[in-house]
């Protein structure tokens, strides 16, 4: 009786202490699961072995004993030589750079690295927080035909009520100017001497000579040297309702080291303006051909070396080009019917890059700033250039409201508060069918309107190391057959663990030269 009671309570404090240590194993390790380890044993090959599960890892060690699973969870592999272990690839996140909000850092973390098994998704928070002080470059771009005269003269004279309205939305602001008129030919322009020298003669106003763009004060914090840019500038005119607006906005946008763009900044051009403008196709009247090109035409007085040799641009190009540069545009327009042709603009083919707004008064144009920089912050869009990697497929969250994730890359309303965004990376295609580098890439998370990112380095699952070691001197297998991965991959007419023996029937023969992704299979030992 006594022994009895001592053998259950023995037996008990056994099965407690295997509980026990069986719980600890499976909270600690989600491998050990019979569902998992099944899945293991049903995989002959090191490369099944690898795909199925990352749990499942694969010994090629020769003098793993006969009949021992080589496709096993790490638990069961204990008894393998380390160096003839294939260990499968874990997939996962490291944080690689997580700086600090700042003034210049708006999006947190800098670099992650992202490990990826085909077609297993794995996602990337980050945060994006409005920096109250973001630096911000705004290019002032004044039309200065006679019709403009009023708003040259008012932006004389609003110097103090820019700077405070500037210093309102961020302390670390800088300007820059350059005016435009139009191509100087017919007829476009007058061609006569005198007027071509003069173009408002016969009139109250005594014009400068017409010019398509001249660039005046690179990018300055000095808002007194600004003011004194646009003092100094003359009134000119040309002969059509329409300009040549879309030439300086070009060159404005591929003079980037000229003009002094930074690259760290909100980028801004104001174009005020009581015209409609030229495009592709306007310039052929005045001879100007050739399509324009993103090289930079400005001479060193910062004008337009070219302006009747090359066409007005496109829309498209331009929009292009306020993409990749990561600018934005503020059309300021001065009659309310000419409104509604940049308001189609901006609607159907500049989008979130422009913003446009009645000039109703001069003093006016620092509201239209305001509102269009308002328009640009209040919105964060994350996207990533696939072009270059369609083996990778990614979608966005984002919980604009704090109260949860919806598929989105977009936020709009955005205020001083953190923005949390998930982003899930798929790898869609087997890395050996990727070619290049198969095992390693670079991504980038970008926001639409400023040049920060995220850089994504992607590291892929590999393919078996061990198919490419193959033992010099093996004696395990006969006949000429190789070891490899732990199997004997035998030559043709030969089958068996080994390669002991002859193949007799056409079967036997089929099995044997059985092909796989382009190699013999290794289990033609199997037959
Ligand atoms: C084992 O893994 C399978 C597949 O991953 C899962 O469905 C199952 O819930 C797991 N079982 C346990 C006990 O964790
Ligand atoms: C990534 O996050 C989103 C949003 O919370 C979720 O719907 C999705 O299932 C997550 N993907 C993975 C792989 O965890
Ligand atoms: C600056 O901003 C404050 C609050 O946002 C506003 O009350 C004030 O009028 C602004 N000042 C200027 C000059 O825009
Ligand atoms: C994506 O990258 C390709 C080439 O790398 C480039 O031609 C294209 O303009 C880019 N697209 C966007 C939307 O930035
Ligand atoms: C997600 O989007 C749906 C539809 O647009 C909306 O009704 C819901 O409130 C959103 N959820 C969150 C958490 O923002
Ligand atoms: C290839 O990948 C390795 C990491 O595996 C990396 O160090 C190397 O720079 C990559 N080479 C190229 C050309 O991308």
């Known amino acids: 009786m006594h022994l009895l009671k001592l053998y259950t309570s023995y037996t008990t404090i056994t099965l407690y202490i295997l509980l026990g240590f069986c719980y600890f194993c499976k909270a600690s390790d989600p491998c050990s699961n019979d569902t998992i380890q099944n899945l293991c044993w049903q995989q002959e090959t090191c490369e099944e072995c690898l795909q199925i599960h990352e749990c499942c890892h694969y010994c090629y060690d020769e003098v793993y004993p006969i009949g021992r699973r080589r496709c096993n969870t790490m638990n069961n592999l204990f008894d393998c030589n380390a160096d003839k272990l294939e260990r499968n690839f874990q997939s996962g996140v490291d944080i690689e750079q997580n700086d600090e909000y700042t003034d210049k850092i708006q999006i947190r973390p800098q670099n992650v690295k992202v490990r990826l098994r ?17 630096a911000l470059d705004l290019y002032y771009l004044g039309d200065l035909s006679v019709s403009m005269k009023d708003n040259l003269e008012t932006l004389k004279k609003i110097g103090k009520q820019l700077t405070e309205s500037l210093t309102n939305l961020t302390k670390n ?3 820059a100017y350059g005016s435009f008129l139009d191509k100087t030919a017919m007829p476009f322009y ?21 010019y398509l763009f001249k660039h005046k004060l690179d990018f300055t914090p000095d808002m007194g040297k600004f003011i004194q840019k646009v003092s100094d500038s003359k009134t000119t005119a040309n002969i059509d309702d329409l300009d040549g607006a879309l030439d300086a906005i070009l060159q404005i946008l ?24 030229h495009t592709a196709g306007d310039g052929l009247l005045a001879g100007a051909v050739r399509k324009p090109t993103e090289e930079c035409l400005l001479d060193e007085n910062g004008e337009h070396r070219r302006p ?28 309310p019917e000419k409104l509604k042709y940049y308001n189609r603009l901006r609607k159907e083919l500049l989008r979130d890059f422009a913003f446009s707004g009645e000039l109703v008064a001069d003093e006016h144009i620092i509201d239209l700033i305001e509102k269009g920089y308002h328009n640009f912050a209040r919105q964060v869009n994350f996207f990533a250039n696939l072009t270059e990697h ?10 604009c409201e704090g109260i949860g994730f919806n598929e989105t890359n977009l936020c709009y309303n955005v205020e001083n508060n953190e923005i949390n965004f998930k982003v899930q990376i798929t790898l869609i295609e087997r890395p050996a069918k990727i070619g290049a580098n198969n095992s390693w890439d670079t991504i980038f998370i970008e926001e639409k309107n400023i040049q920060e990112r995220i850089e994504v380095s992607l590291e892929y699952e590999k393919p078996c190391e061990c198919e490419n070691y193959i033992k010099p001197d093996n004696t395990i297998c006969e006949n000429g057959g190789t070891f490899v991965c732990g199997y004997c ?4 007419g030969w089958k068996g663990d080994t390669c002991e023996l002859r193949c007799e029937t056409e079967d036997d023969y089929d099995s044997c030269r059985q092909l796989k992704d382009g190699h013999v299979s290794t289990i033609c030992h199997m037959q």
């Open 173 to 175: 602001y800088r300007l």
């Open 254 to 277: 591929v003079c980037g080291k000229q003009v002094g763009w930074n690259p760290d900044t909100r980028k801004i051009i104001v174009l005020a303006t009581d015209s409609l403008l």
């Open 190 to 210: 007058f061609t006569d001497a005198q007027r071509y020298e003069n173009p408002c003669l016969n009139s109250e106003y005594n014009c400068e000579t017409g």
């Open 390 to 399: 369609p083996h990778i497929d990614i979608k966005f969250f984002g919980d």
């Open 489 to 492: 991959n035998c030559p043709q």
């Open 118 to 134: 085909y077609m297993e998704p794995e996602n990337v928070t980050f945060s994006y927080k409005p920096a109250k002080n973001y």
């Open 308 to 335: 009747l040799i090359y066409d007005y641009p496109d829309i498209g190009q331009i929009h292009d080009l306020l993409r990749n540069r990561k600018v934005n545009i503020i059309f300021a327009v001065k009659n």
